[in-house]
């Protein structure tokens, strides 16, 4: 019950922000609906009788629909009590009609003789005063025959007929208004869901990394200090700047794509490390503008995979290419690498970081964005394009 109740305040609040956002077209659609109803009663009434006839329909018609709307539907069929709410909507329809009754404007005289004499009008008709000093413009059709019964057309009279139809119309617009608002609202809120899944999912891969990454990176620069290496302060700083990225700008939304280069880089060193003889690696970053800002760890992960699965440790047979270019919006990226003959990797974390990248990609950039994955036995690849503008 505790759940439901917040749903439903929830729901009321999105709704009641939509509305907000929405206030000139609400505004605008009932001056709109004004007009149109103000046509009827113009034909049959004075000025001011017909204009307090529409104001009158406009404020019932509202109520009807913004009760139905903002109350109603949230908190009974937005929780399931359907019954509930034919109940309620027995009751508001009835307490309406009374309404609608109680403020009528013409009396039942009037519409009785506006039923005797519903002919075409005639705009050169002399005007003949209704009660209460009301101007009713009533065509002059013949009488019926003496001793001919007239017709029984009031039943229960076309004017509340009509006016009970109206409201079952503005119950429907209301009911399909809710719906498509509701809809957008269950959209938005899947949205946050998936969103909030790829960062929990976005965590889980950084901490999987990070321990693994920093133990391995320690060894290395332990060995190169322990042979007395020059390279070891740099190779400090270096892991000191990945640390800095993967704790701290990972958790931003966008970067500016340098950024994320300057990782990888530092990422690729550290590789080097591992190795006795100079990896075959073609890499180009020359084609980037480091400003262009990019969801981070969208590019990382290809090169994380490339390294971790590929065979870059055969120097003689072993290699990487890759190709990066980002420039008016538009990033372009490739990346290759080979493969040890009958490789089957028995990590079980293989592609976890890839099919975080898909599913981002689907979220971030849906419709704007291509990625190809060509998985064969000597060689795995990967094409991306994304449009950031």
Known sequence: MV???????????????????????????????????????????????????????????????????????????????FKTYVLSLVFLLAGISFLWHITDPVGPETWEKINERREMV??????????EGKTLRLDRGPAPPPGRPRPDNNFPGPHLFFGFVQMLGILFLSTLFWMVLESRRKEKEQLSLTNQNLETEMKFLKSQMNPHFLFNALNNIYSLSQQGSAKTPKLVLKLSS??????????????????????????????????????????????????????????????????????IGDTKNGWIKAFLKAKDGQIMFSIANSKPAGYVSKDKSKGIGIENVKKRLSFLYKGSYRLNIIDKQDVFKVQMEIETL
């Open 3 to 81: 759940r439901n109740h917040t749903n439903a305040k929830d729901a009321l609040k999105v709704i009641g922000r939509q509305f907000k956002r929405m206030g000139w077209w609400h505004i605008t659609l009932w001056i709109g609906y004004s007009f149109l109803f103000f046509y009827g009663p113009a034909l049959f009434f004075d000025t001011k009788t017909a204009v307090f006839l529409t104001l009158r329909t406009l404020g019932i018609n509202a109520l009807i629909f913004y009760v139905n709307t903002l109350i109603l539907l949230p908190l009974l069929i937005g929780r399931n009590h």
């Open 122 to 131: 005639r705009p050169e008709s002399p005007p003949e005063n209704g009660p």
């Open 242 to 311: 990945m640390l800095r990225f993967i704790v701290y700008e990972t958790d931003e939304k966008k970067i500016p794509i340098g950024r994320e280069i300057d990782y990888i880089r530092d990422f690729i060193e550290f590789q080097k490390i591992k190795l006795e003889e100079k990896p075959n690696l073609a890499i180009d970053f020359n084609l980037v503008d480091r400003d262009i800002r990019i969801e981070p760890m969208l590019i990382f992960p290809f090169f994380e995979n490339a390294f971790k699965h590929g065979n």
